[in-house]
C-alpha cells in the first residue's frame, strides 16, 4: 500500500572436501598377490584377516570423513554463497519444494472447488533491485513530492532496513538490525516504520527516514532512528510478513493464520485461519493490505493470492509465471544471474495507489516489476 507521510511538527525541527585416498584397490590386490607368493609358512587365513582389517580401517575412515563433510555442508552457518554471503539454508528453504506444493495443489483439485475470480498479471516496466538484497518486505511511501521504496531485508548478519529509489534501485538509507537478528517483514504506520524479526519474537519501530546531525562531517544525514522494541506472540513463534491499514495491522508467521493486531499499542486483538476452496493455506509470506483484501505471497510458490478480509478465504491466485520468465529473459540480455540461489523465490508486494498498480520482487533478484493485478472479484 502507498504510504502518504503526515507532517510531523518535531521532525521539521530536526535537522553468513574429502581427501581421496592414496590406496589403490589394485595396489592392494597386488601386494596380497605378493604376500601369497613367498615361500614362508604364513596361514593363509591370518593374510586374509589381516586384509579385511586393513579393508574396514579405510571403509570406517572414509565413512566417518564423508559424515563430517556432510555434516559441515549441511549446517546453515557453514553454507554460503559463491560471493561469500550465506545461502537461503539460514531459512530453511532448500529442498522443500514439493510439500509445498503438493499443499496448494490439494487445495485447488478439490472435488468441491469455489468459484476464483479469473486473473492476470500485466508486467508494465522492470526496474534495477540490489541482487544481494534477501527481501523480506516492501513498501510504497510518498513524502511530500518524494516517492521510495521501504524495504526489509533478512539473513543472520546481513539484516537491513532501507530506503531505495523505485526506478534506479540505488540504496538510499539504511540501517543495519543486530548481527543475532534475521529481519523480516516491514510497514508503515502512523508515521512509524515497523520491522518484525523471524525468530526472536522481537519487533522495532523506527521513526522514518529522519534528519540528524553527522558529529564527525558536521553534516545532516538521513538515518533511520529507532523508538522501541516490542515483542508479538505466533502459533509458530516467528515473524514473517506485516501491513495494514489505519484501524489494523496483518502479520503471518508462515502458517495459514494471520493475525490482527493494534496499530497503537501493537498489541493482539484476534487471528484468523486463511482457506483456499476449505483448504487451510500455509505459508503466507510478505503482505500487502488493499482496501478489505489482503495480498499475500506463498512461500515457494510463484503465486500472489488475494484474501477477503471478511470471509476469510482466498478469492483470487494471480499466476507470476510471466514475470520469472521476463526476469530470465532480461538477466540473459545483461549477462546476470537471476534465481540460481534455491533461495531466490518471489517475495515482495507493495501497491501505489495513484497509479493502481503492485511492485514485486523476489530474495535476491536482481529486478523489482512494476504490474497490474486484474480479475473479476467484486
Request: include cysteine; glycine fraction near 8%.
Amino acid at each position: 500500500m502507498r504510504r502518504v507521510i503526515e507532517p510531523n511538527p518535531r521532525s521539521l525541527n530536526e535537522g553468513k572436501g574429502l581427501q581421496k585416498t592414496n590406496d589403490d584397490p589394485r595396489s592392494l590386490s597386488a601386494r596380497k598377490d605378493a604376500i601369497l607368493s613367498e615361500p614362508v609358512s604364513i596361514p593363509h587365513s591370518l593374510i586374509n584377516q589381516v586384509i579385511t582389517f586393513s579393508t574396514m580401517v579405510k571403509v570406517i575412515s572414509l565413512a566417518l570423513l564423508t559424515s563430517i563433510f556432510v555434516a559441515l555442508w549441511i549446517y546453515p552457518n557453514a553454507v554460503q554463497l559463491s560471493n561469500g554471503r550465506h545461502k537461503a539454508l539460514a531459512e530453511g528453504v532448500i529442498a522443500l519444494k514439493s510439500p509445498k506444493n503438493s499443499v496448494l495443489s490439494k487445495a485447488v483439485s478439490t472435488e468441491h472447488d469455489l468459484k476464483l475470480a479469473e486473473t492476470t498479471v500485466i508486467i508494465l516496466e522492470a526496474y534495477p533491485h540490489d541482487a544481494k538484497a534477501f527481501t523480506q518486505g516492501l513498501v510504497v511511501v510518498q513524502q511530500g513530492r518524494e516517492k521510495y521504496f521501504i524495504e526489509s531485508t533478512g539473513l543472520y548478519s546481513e539484516s537491513t532496513l532501507r530506503k531505495v529509489d523505485i526506478t534506479t534501485g540505488k540504496v538510499l538509507t539504511q540501517t543495519a538490525l543486530p548481527s543475532k537478528l534475521f529481519g523480516e517483514g516491514v510497514t508503515l504506520s502512523r508515521n512509524r516504520l515497523i520491522m518484525l524479526t523471524w525468530k526472536s519474537g522481537k519487533g522495532f519501530t523506527y521513526e522514518l527516514a529522519a534528519l540528524k546531525k553527522d558529529a564527525k562531517a558536521g553534516l545532516l544525514s538521513e538515518s533511520f532512528v529507532p523508538l522501541k522494541t516490542f515483542t508479538f506472540d505466533t502459533q509458530t513463534g516467528e515473524g514473517w510478513g506485516i501491513d495494514g491499514n489505519k484501524t489494523h495491522l496483518i502479520l503471518s508467521d508462515g502458517s495459514s493464520r494471520l493475525y490482527v493486531l493494534s496499530p497503537g499499542s501493537l498489541k493482539q486483538i484476534s487471528t484468523f485461519e486463511v482457506t483456499l476452496n476449505g483448504h487451510r493455506l500455509k505459508y503466507l509470506n510478505e503482505l500487502e493490505v488493499v482496501g478489505r483484501y489482503i495480498y499475500a505471497n506463498v512461500w515457494y510458490e510463484n503465486i500472489i493470492v488475494k484474501i477477503d478480509s471478511g470471509s476469510k478465504k482466498v478469492v483470487a491466485v494471480y499466476d507470476c509465471s510471466k514475470v520469472l520468465m521476463k526476469g530470465e529473459e532480461l538477466a540473459l540480455e545483461k549477462g546476470i544471474e537471476f534465481r540460481t540461489n534455491e533461495g531466490a523465490v518471489l517475495n515482495g508486494i507493495a501497491y501505489d495507489g495513484d497509479l493502481d498498480v503492485f511492485y514485486i520482487t523476489g530474495k535476491l533478484w536482481p529486478f523489482v516489476f512494476r504490474v497490474r493485478l486484474v480479475d473479476s472479484s467484486v
